[in-house]
């Protein structure tokens, strides 16, 4: 793999399409690897982009949702009269009749509990949907939301994960007899002995807040169910994974094929929110099946913050085996993970998707997890940028500095001293995953040079010596991508998953259709729903490269609908899979199309297929280019005249093909797995100052180097780790989702959740190395998690450096002013 | 998240107006920038029947200098506190406050009376009305009456003001040629509303002894908090750190704070008192320009 | 006697809309719903993300925290009257070249901004820039690309004056 990995720093975007050598003999022009500007642009530039709540329907009605106020609370009844006699109410649709019109949703967990999409008996979170009014336009519904009764008798809420494990904690699911979802004792090589053979053993308790990428666009949903077909026709601004779908279908109990998702060309960021989306998917065709009309929903955004989804809250206590030099030999972390009030999925996944890299990029071979996934009367939880990442990394990071610490070595030489090299790639993990490429080493010393580490650390030292609170924070992370189904099934314990009858699960695949119309110009669809991540761009860059045509003979369409497009039960965009999966396939495809186009260019010519090459529009005889034909001209004998066409060619130009990884398997009976495919790194170096008067913290410089194989365009590359990094920084500094001890929400509006504007957001300096993946047809990978993943860690131990002084420690996020200054405060009065 | 219904009125003159509120009393709202109102209906935690838009009168949007004061009608956007030239010369806090106040399209609606009367304990221009002892010109169909920005604000959100009555236009003291002032705030983010601010004005005798200090603080009390006691403190001296660094310990003593989502109490204390400090030696190093300026 | 509805009559992107509006009727529900103007974009309903943002008279407002009939006798220009003639505004076509937007939601609001942030300000700094546009939430960017687009288009429109 050394021989592929380069160094670059970003460089301006060229616009002009380079020479490249191909294969040899064959020159052409490469669109990958430019930052041409992007197809989709036009149209959201101007205001003609089609999200959820552009589009209209005949007889279109509205719903407002009404929730439930109280974290726990018995539903004794209902009186809807009121509202439904109010003008312009056409049905109100109340959680008892949800739970006779549906069944609860499935979830890979042994524990058996019900989950409706709205509150069914009882009320387990504040913002829980109750009842649903269906009315002639918004303003009507939510004035009769209001003239809705319901009748609840209050039980003792417990929103802390921890405190919800005693014996005598409320239960929210009785059922259960406890609030515990899922419990997985996993062991990895030999930790009793790691820790037998430490020099030093170091153990922390670190507490990791809620908080959610949140899109500005919020959730939105038009379902209509068409009473004679049995059919639900739902647009929404579903992400995927599409086994979501699988999910929904089973609640509304209805075949797959009779619920049919369409997702239009643009959705307005997501970050894996989204992807939860589908319990209200399943509430509105509810609604739109009693109403019997089409009813669109869009969310607000107070509903979106109290009701919507966000990643885990945790607590996880972590002690680690480390040798006098640094090495480190063993983990042992026990993880209490609070899904709030029903365990949805894909949850549990936030403890198990990143499985395969828990490790990080070091190289330790004894891992224990002891996982608790908990449920609290708080909204449930869902993917969000960097799923489960940002968490494992926070405490392996902050347990790095603090063995840096206890050793008195740099915290850069800590880390280096465990990294996994260039050597040993392809790398297998304890736990199961195979790193395909890369070489941290090199990464580490790029953002040590870029970052003049050596200075900083010189100026910190002048910065103390005046006084100031100055920091340095250094947070590594392996970026998995592209998820095998398989993981989530170590939610499962061995002996279930070894049962007769049982349906193993692995695997991840993605689709791509490409038609070539009689002129010679392309169509693409994917089996993917992007929010931002440039698709189209993406795509047309690799079709033009792949059939040797310019971009402006490539559409891609965008939208997405499961009726018409293919797809299973792993497509979407989700788990930074596109740039790894998505490509590929539409490499594939493209290929499988320029063969097709090569093999009816040799009959018409009469020229062995072997000799053919496509170059700028024309098939040509690599010793003979007089004997040539234009590929509109192939295409134009595909489409209009059959008479030509040998026998074994179809009739028109079109290719499909379906990308899948070859190393997805099942989860061994060890819970060993390869929980994602294509494996990037990054490495952050952040430098703060800490203003001990307000207790805020400033981002003075950030630099962050990244390995995410080859570049499609690197401008959509350096966006996706600009909005990553903001959005860690973001949960490590403003945001939180903050309920009190009795349950209340405490940051319904936007005062109150407090998201970074320009003024905040600091600059990065960016920098990248490439070693390519050799699994993936271009050497892609993932980069739309990448620094969201690493940004909470190289905050916090910036900030753990710079109180250092004051004899604190930060094992708790968000660093907001409340929290610092408090620390400070207390660091002051014994 | 959307409004209640109401019945809406937009009147085009003061009496008219004031009709209407003596009409429906507590039943109905003024309606002015709506940056603050709005956002309450939206989320329906203000549920008037009647709404009295006063933005089409035209006679409450201007900015007049009477001798030695400036009257500002309450239907002046924030914007103008920006551009207005003749607010810049007279009271240029005023000016440098204002864009402390939410964003660019914030002001362009907000309104100056809008701010007062919401009332929200950390909104800047009541903390300068407060500091400046500004005075308030109220009116109902009945009559009028002026009240000090010191009786003016009664709690959170809540003024002297009853139903049928309208602030119509607050007069600021123009400030002395040789003042220097400033506005210090810690602010979560841009353009929110302040965790704590202080504003201050601080005056200088030719051989730069303070000859008086106004100042008020917000975010640390229901309404914006003065004293006397304090502000005697510098009167005068000259201005030393020793000197600042007893005034911002008995800034942080006597305000009396809360603690909620974004701060403690004891941050907003101690906060009070370092912004108190920050914003004298502003001022004062204001000041003392101004009076080379004169010389 | 106060009116279930009231006419207005407001003028957007240069054409004249006569319609019948509820008075709590929301100028960015008005803008989007009753004449289809969809590039208008709502995202909080208080004001705080500035999706909404459009130009009455000239200025920027936020279209939801206003009633359409306090619109009544206005000009308004939502994004859908930014491009001329089949001709990008200069700050879409930076915004365009400087990758200023992932999924476009915040777009609109924030070249509304940025069209009144440069008309005053026509050579910010960045700086000048960051605090100008602080009224718009962005949460795919990172601000960077949006910046760079501010400061590219202030550039090529000072050049063309
Ligand atoms: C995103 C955002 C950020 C903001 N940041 C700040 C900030 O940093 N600092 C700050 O001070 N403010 C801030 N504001 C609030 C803003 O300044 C408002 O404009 C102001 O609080 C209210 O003024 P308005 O003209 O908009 O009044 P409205 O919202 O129309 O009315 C507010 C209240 O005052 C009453 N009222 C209005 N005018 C009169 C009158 N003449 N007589 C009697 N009653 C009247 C109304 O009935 C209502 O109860 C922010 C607002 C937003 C949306
Ligand atoms: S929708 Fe108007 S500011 Fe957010
Ligand atoms: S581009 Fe998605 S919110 Fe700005």
């Known amino acids: ?830 | 998240m959307k409004p209640p219904k109401f019945d809406y009125f937009d009147p085009t003159t003061v009496e008219e107006a004031l009709d209407l509120l003596k009409e429906y009393g507590e039943d109905a709202k003024i309606l002015a920038g709506g940056q603050s109102l709005v956002p309450l209906l939206n989320f329906r935690l203000a549920r008037p029947q009647v709404l009295v838009d006063i933005n089409r009168i035209k006679d409450l949007d201007y900015v007049r200098e009477n001798n030695g004061t400036l009257a500002i009608g309450a239907m002046t956007r924030q914007r103008t506190l920006e551009t207005s030239e003749i607010i810049r010369s007279k009271c240029g806090l005023l000016t440098d406050a204002a864009e402390l106040i939410g964003h660019p399209q914030i002001r362009n609606r907000g309104t100056v009376g809008g701010s007062l009367v919401h009332a929200d304990p950390t909104a800047e221009l009541a903390a300068i009305a407060k500091a400046l002892d500004a005075q308030m010109k109220i009116r109902s169909s009945e009559g009028e009456r002026t009240v000090a920005a010191k009786d003016f604000f009664v709690t959170v959100m809540t003024t002297v003001l009853e139903p049928s009555e309208m602030l119509v236009e607050v007069e600021f003291p123009a400030l002395a040629p040789s003042a220097g002032w400033a506005f210090e705030e810690f602010v979560l983010r841009h353009g929110d509303f302040a965790v704590v601010g202080v504003t201050t004005v601080v005056t200088l005798d030719a051989k730069q002894t303070c000859t008086e200090l106004r100042l008020a603080a917000i975010g640390v009390d229901e309404t914006p908090f003065r004293d006397p006691e304090i502000e005697g403190l510098l009167q005068g001296q000259k201005i030393t750190d020793s000197l600042l660094d007893e005034l911002a310990a008995r800034v942080s003593e006597k305000v009396d704070p809360f603690t909620d989502l974004h701060a403690t109490a004891e941050q907003r204390k101690h906060l009070a008192g370092v912004l108190a400090k920050k914003a004298i030696k502003k001022a004062e190093e204001a000041a003392i320009l101004n009076l080379k300026k004169e010389s | 006697m106060p009116q279930a509805y009231r006419s207005v009559e407001i003028t957007v992107n240069g054409l004249t809309y006569n319609r019948q509006v509820e008075p709590r009727r929301l100028l960015s529900d008005f803008l989007r719903e009753d004449l289809d103007l969809r590039g208008t974009h709502v995202g909080c309903e208080h004001g705080i993300c500035g999706a909404c943002t459009v130009l009455m008279n000239g200025y920027t407002v936020r279209s939801c925290l206003m009633f359409a009939v306090q619109a009544n006798g206005a000009e308004i220009t939502t994004i859908e009257g930014l491009a001329k003639n089949g001709k990008l505004h200069p700050l879409q076509e930076a915004f365009w070249e400087n990758h200023g937007l992932q999924c476009g939601f915040c777009t609109p609001g924030f070249l509304l901004s940025a069209c009144e942030l440069l008309e005053r300000n026509p050579d910010p700094t960045e700086e000048e820039v960051r605090v100008g546009l602080s009224g718009n939430m962005c949460r795919c960017t990172g601000y960077q690309g949006i910046v760079e687009s501010v400061l590219a288009a202030a550039s090529k429109m000072k050049a063309q004056k």
């Open chain 1, 1 to 830: 793999m050394k021989d592929g990995t380069a160094t670059m720093v970003m460089t301006p975007p060229a616009t002009k399409p380079k020479k490249k050598e191909v294969s040899g003999q064959e020159l052409r022009k490469t669109w990958v690897g430019q930052s041409i500007k992007r197809r989709e642009d036009p149209r959201l530039l101007t205001g003609r982009g089609t999200f959820v709540d552009d589009i209209t329907l005949p007889n279109l009605h509205h719903a407002a949702i009404l929730r439930s106020p109280r974290a726990h609370a018995r539903i004794l009844s209902y009186d809807t009269r009121e509202a439904e006699n109010h003008p312009g109410v056409i049905a109100v649709l109340t959680g008892e009749e949800v739970g006779q019109m549906s069944k609860p949703f499935p979830v890979g967990v042994t524990a058996a509990f019900k989950y409706y999409s709205a509150a069914v008996g009882k009320v387990r979170y504040v913002g829980e949907p109750v009842a649903v009014v269906v009315a002639s336009d918004r303003y009507v519904a939510e004035d009769a939301m209001e003239l809705i009764q319901v009748e609840y008798e209050p039980l003792p809420p417990i929103v802390n994960c921890e405190a919800a494990l005693e014996a005598d904690a409320p239960v929210l699911h009785e059922e259960l007899g406890n609030n515990i979802g899922c419990h997985r004792l996993l062991n990895y090589g030999d930790v009793d002995q790691a820790f037998e053979e430490a020099d030093l053993i170091l153990k922390e308790r670190f507490v990791f807040p809620r908080y959610s990428s949140l899109p500005l666009e919020t959730y939105a949903v038009i379902a209509d169910f068409d009473a004679i077909t049995g059919m639900f026709t739902v647009h929404s601004n579903f992400m995927g994974p599409f086994s979501m779908h699988a999910v929904a279908a089973r609640a509304l109990d209805v075949e797959e094929n009779k619920l049919r998702f369409i997702v239009p060309s643009d959705i307005g960021g997501s970050f894996g929110i989204k992807t939860s989306i589908y319990p209200y998917i399943v509430l509105l065709s509810l609604a739109s099946r009693k109403a019997g009309r089409p009813v669109k929903w869009i969310e607000d955004r107070q509903e979106h913050l109290m009701a919507s989804s966000c990643q885990t809250d945790r607590v996880a206590y972590r002690e680690v085996a480390v040798k006098n030099d640094g090495t480190l030999l063993g983990i042992k972390s026990k993880v209490i993970e609070n899904v709030g009030a029903y365990l949805r999925a894909p949850e549990p996944a936030c403890t198990f998707r990143p499985i395969g890299n828990f490790v990080g990029p070091y190289k330790v071979r004894n891992v224990q997890l002891d996982a608790y996934v908990v449920m609290t009367n708080k909204c449930p939880t869902g993917p969000n940028r960097g799923y489960g990442c940002q968490q494992i990394y926070f405490e392996q990071e902050r347990m790095m500095d603090r063995i840096a610490e206890e050793l008195e070595l740099d915290p850069i030489e800590v880390r280096m001293k465990n990294l996994i090299t260039a050597e040993d790639m392809p790398y297998t993990t304890p736990t199961g995953g195979i790193y395909d490429s890369g070489d941290y080493p090199k990464a580490m010393d790029l953002v040590v040079e870029m970052s003049q580490y050596t200075k900083l650390r010189e100026r910190q030292k002048k910065a103390r010596a005046e006084g100031r609170l100055f920091g340095i924070g250094i947070a590594t992370g392996v970026d998995p991508s592209v998820s095998n189904m398989g993981y989530i099934t170590i939610a499962l314990p061995p002996e279930f998953r070894a049962r007769a009858g049982y349906l193993p699960k692995s695997g991840s695949a993605e689709s791509a259709t490409i038609q070539m119309n009689q002129r010679g110009k392309v169509s693409v669809t994917m089996g993917t729903t992007p929010q931002g991540q440039g698709h189209e761009t993406v795509v047309t860059q690799i079709v033009a490269d792949e059939l040797g045509i310019t971009p402006d003979d490539v559409v891609i369409v965008d939208e997405f609908d499961t009726a018409k497009h293919g797809w299973s039960i792993s497509s979407g965009t989700y788990a930074s899979r596109f740039a790894s999966v998505g490509t590929s396939a539409a490499v594939l495809a493209a290929r499988k199309l320029k063969g097709k186009i090569i093999h009816l260019a040799a009959a018409l010519l009469s020229v062995p297929e072997e000799d053919l090459i496509i170059q700028e529009g024309k098939v040509f005889a690599k010793d003979n280019p007089e004997k040539n034909i234009t590929v509109k001209r192939v295409a134009g004998t595909a489409h209009w005249n059959h008479e030509l066409l040998p026998d074994d060619v179809e009739a028109g130009l079109q290719a499909r093909a379906v990308f899948r990884f070859p190393a997805n398997v099942a989860p061994d009976p060890q819970d060993r797995v390869n929980s994602s495919n294509t494996y990037g790194f990054m490495v952050e170096i952040a430098v703060v100052e800490v203003d001990p008067d307000s207790g805020k913290v400033n981002i003075l410089d950030w630099f962050s180097v990244h390995d995410a194989g080859t570049i499609i365009n690197p401008k959509i590359v350096e966006g996706q780790i600009y909005g990553g990094a903001l959005h860690g920084i973001g949960g490590a500094l403003f945001e939180e989702l903050a309920y009190d001890d009795d349950g209340q929400f405490l940051t319904g509006s936007f005062m109150h959740y407090v998201c970074p504007t320009a003024v905040e957001a600091p600059k990065l300096t960016i920098g990248h190395i490439c070693s390519p993946s050799p699994l993936t047809l271009l050497g892609s990978k993932g980069a739309g998690e990448s620094s969201s993943e690493t940004a909470p860690a190289a905050i916090a131990g910036a900030v753990a450096d710079a109180l250092g002084p004051l004899g604190i420690r930060i094992n708790e996020l968000p660093l907001n002013p409340k929290r610092v200054w408090t620390l400070i405060h207390e660091s002051k009065t014994p």
